[in-house]
């Protein structure tokens, strides 16, 4: 028998689900869609840090000292992830609720965007609540569900031969769970707020989502993206409720746990004639935009991965809409300061605001008329978002700054490796107590070779340790920041490269060997194709399975040994390396963009050092051949 929390629950869930659906429509933008704010002031991922969001939001003069509405027509975004993880989630929707009423008779707005975890605790993924959390429902919780629950959690020990366990019942269901679990609800007063909430909004020029733009959202459209998302998620909530009302699993069981249970032949061959199309339904949606990781509420590539692959959704998306740029959250940015990617078309403003998981501080993006700035929590003044495009994973400093360290510290090891004909060896530094790795060699198969006025036939196909150090240069200047620093250094009175040997990786022969799935966020197809274009760009034919490698922790694909790249003549040899013949390769506009601001000129005067004007001549015509494609 259905409990009365039960039934509150089916005799307003029509109701809600009607409403919602019609505000979901992708043809009607004005609920998702706003314009002529005269200020916004954004921030992400609070995670119940109440006090520190109270702060914020007084420093941006948006609350006053009383914690009430004084910003006018200003438009506070919060892009998603008010809750878990912290203790005093409630108390923030508290104050986001009341602020969305107080500024609506002001004149502004306040816009709630779903993140990923407002979708987790609508749908009932509860693995980051908090113990503290839980407590703060405990005023909403039916002692009667509690009761229930503790006699069939006692009966269900009994069936296995074991005795009522409190301290692994109250594991399971944390005093205030069921208070929580009505206060999520579609009927509860958080979860009926949430639902009417929006994956993404567009306030002036500024589109606000919480995970970013995937390509599949690009597709479908950020009209279109809005709406399923919304319609998925409330299409789970319905079934969920059939299935629970079916008696089938009970509300409290946990969201992967459900898909596990209706999935198992035990359920299935008992299913009625009336309820497997709704377990069939439900099954499906396991991986829908509710739980999808290329969806508005999870993607996380636009935070983490190659621009030049990246950049081709987000312009598509933005240009659509007439946006200039996407405002993201979700992933906590490495310098936990407000970071821009693609020339500011992506601005990441989670910045770890519950200190004591993610070590990082309050912040807000402040847009008012065409200018950004930025503001932190207890510092005084506005900042511009910090260029986070140069930011290289594995290198925690700059590039100038190992440049000097290469060029600057003491070698205090040497070893051999049995790799290479051109006998490399690694090499340990230090300078001021700080050690690093680099790999040296020095072969040089034609050292007079910037000295002729013409290269000749016989050296179409050189093998130069210059070569690792233009290499580098050019990666630079293209922007793919996947070819280690490099320098020019004399060791032992012999001129060779230092080239940085980045720690905690692994070559593509060895992950084969361990058959180790690639796991990381950012697509290695979309990886591997920036290895195509720069290959075949330099020529490079001594790419092979011990040369590429990869991050261990985010899979970001490095490229090294290039010596032998930059070959000429190409009366004889085709416009690409033999492996790579037949590859399609796709050229996204970030790239064609770069590629196409090479000149001869501009490459003689930063590559000259280390390539003669033919090798640069040759690049150019490779240059075109691709953007020809």
Same mark, same amino acid.
């Given at each position: 028998? &259905?409990?009365?929390?039960?039934?509150?629950?089916?005799?307003?869930?029509?109701?809600?689900?009607?409403?919602?659906?019609?505000?979901?429509?992708?043809?009607?933008?004005?609920?998702?869609?706003?314009?002529?704010?005269?200020?916004?002031?954004?921030?992400?991922d609070v995670h119940g840090a109440y006090p520190e969001l109270v702060v914020l939001l007084q420093q941006a003069q948006v609350i006053d000292t009383d914690l009430r509405w004084q910003a006018g027509k200003t438009h506070l975004v919060s892009v998603g992830d008010l809750l878990d993880r912290g203790a005093q989630s409630r108390k923030v929707m508290d104050l986001m609720m009341r602020l969305q009423q107080e500024s609506a008779v002001a004149g502004g707005a306040v816009h709630q965007v779903l993140g990923n975890h407002e979708i987790m605790n609508l749908t009932g993924d509860l693995r980051y609540v908090s113990v503290q959390e839980y407590a703060s429902y405990l005023d909403l919780e039916d002692p009667v569900l509690r009761q229930t629950a503790i006699a069939r959690f006692t009966t269900e020990a009994k069936d296995?031969?074991?005795?009522?366990?409190?301290?692994?019942?109250?594991?399971?269901?944390?005093?205030?769970?069921?208070?929580?679990?009505?206060?999520?609800?579609?009927?509860?007063?958080?979860?009926?707020?949430?639902?009417?909430?929006?994956?993404?909004?567009?306030?002036?020029?500024?589109?606000?989502?919480?995970?970013?733009?995937?390509?599949?959202?690009?597709? &479908?459209?950020?009209?279109?993206?809005?709406?399923q998302s919304k319609v998925q998620l409330l299409r789970y909530i319905e079934l969920w409720q059939q299935l629970t009302d079916a008696g089938l699993v009970r509300n409290e069981t946990g969201f992967w746990e459900r898909f596990e249970l209706l999935g198992s032949s035990d359920n299935t061959a008992q299913l009625s004639a009336e309820l497997e199309p709704v377990v069939e339904e439900f099954l499906s949606m396991e991986e829908s935009l509710v739980s999808d990781g290329d969806s508005l509420a999870w993607y996380r590539g636009n935070a983490m991965c190659h621009p030049a692959t990246e950049s081709e959704a987000v312009e598509k998306v933005l240009a659509s809409i007439g946006a200039s740029r996407v405002v993201i959250a979700h992933t906590p940015t490495p310098m936990r300061r407000i970071t821009t990617r693609m020339g500011g078309k992506v601005i990441s403003i989670d910045t770890g605001m519950l200190a004591s998981v993610y070590k990082g501080r309050p912040s807000a993006l402040i847009v008012e008329a065409d200018a950004l700035s930025t503001i932190y929590a207890g510092e005084e003044g506005a900042f511009e978002p910090v260029d986070g495009s140069d930011r290289i994973a594995g290198q925690a400093v700059s590039d100038a700054e190992l440049e000097d360290f290469l060029l600057t510290a003491e070698v205090i090891k040497q070893e051999k490796l049995s790799t290479g004909g051109t006998k490399p060896m690694r090499l340990t530094l230090e300078k001021d107590g700080v050690q690093l790795r680099v790999m040296y060699k020095n072969y040089d198969k034609v050292p007079d070779l910037l000295r002729r006025s013409v290269i000749e036939r016989k050296d179409y196909q050189t093998d130069r340790y210059q070569h690792e150090v233009a290499a580098y240069k050019l990666d630079r200047i293209l922007g793919l920041n996947r070819v280690p620093v490099s320098v020019i250094r004399t060791y032992k009175k012999k001129r060779g490269v230092f080239q940085y040997w980045i720690p905690n990786t692994i070559s593509e022969g060895e992950r084969r060997e361990k058959e180790l799935a690639i796991t990381g966020e950012c697509s290695v197809n979309d990886q591997y194709q920036l290895r195509f274009m720069y290959d075949i760009l330099i020529y490079n034919v001594d790419r092979n399975l011990g040369n590429l490698l990869y991050d261990e922790d985010s899979w970001t694909l490095w490229f090294i040994d290039h010596s032998q790249a930059f070959a000429i003549g190409r009366n004889k040899y085709r416009e690409r390396p033999k492996m790579y013949a037949k590859v399609d390769v796709h050229i996204t506009p970030w790239m064609r963009r770069k590629l196409g601001a090479l000149t001869q000129e501009n490459l003689e005067e930063q590559l000259g050092t280390w390539l003669h004007p033919t090798q640069i001549r040759e690049m150019l015509w490779r240059r075109d051949k691709l953007l020809d494609n």
């Open positions: 028998m &259905m409990t009365m929390w039960f039934k509150c629950l089916c005799a307003g869930l029509l109701v809600i689900l009607m409403q919602f659906a019609t505000a979901a429509r992708a043809e009607d933008p004005s609920q998702w869609q706003w314009q002529d704010a005269e200020r916004i002031v954004a921030f992400g296995r031969g074991e005795t009522f366990n409190q301290d692994l019942f109250d594991k399971h269901f944390p005093p205030g769970f069921f208070g929580h679990k009505a206060a999520f609800s579609p009927t509860g007063e958080y979860g009926a707020w949430l639902l009417q909430a929006t994956p993404a909004v567009q306030v002036n020029d500024s589109l606000f989502t919480h995970g970013g733009l995937s390509p599949a959202v690009a597709e &479908m459209g950020i009209g279109e993206s809005i709406s």
